[in-house]
């Protein structure tokens, strides 16, 4: 399953996210502090769980922020359990 990663964002939050015929799949929700990109919401449609959708936008979201020079707060359970299981996320950590 390929699902194409879509960014919507204004001046103070946005989100990644993942979408076919019914709808939203899967998504990262985030609020902009300063630098700071502070994940406070993930969410998969309960059918695909398990698919690693929201790893795949998690790395979506690490990539995104080293390339704008954004640091991420992994406030939402998922991202910090993936935050501290993942060393190579480290370099954006907030």
Do not use: W
Request: net charge negative; aromatic share 8%; glycine share 6%.
């Amino acid at each position: 399953m390929n699902h194409e990663i879509l960014h919507k964002e204004n001046h103070t939050n946005g989100m990644f996210y993942m979408e076919d015929a019914e709808g939203k799949v899967c998504e990262l929700t985030y609020v902009k502090k300063d630098q700071v990109l502070v994940i406070d919401h993930t969410q998969t449609r309960k059918s695909l769980e398990g698919k690693g959708l929201a790893s795949q936008i998690l790395d979506h979201t690490v990539n995104y922020a080293r390339e704008n020079g954004y640091k991420i707060d992994p406030l939402c359970p998922f991202a910090e359990v993936k935050f501290d299981e993942n060393e190579s996320y480290q370099d954006v950590k907030a």
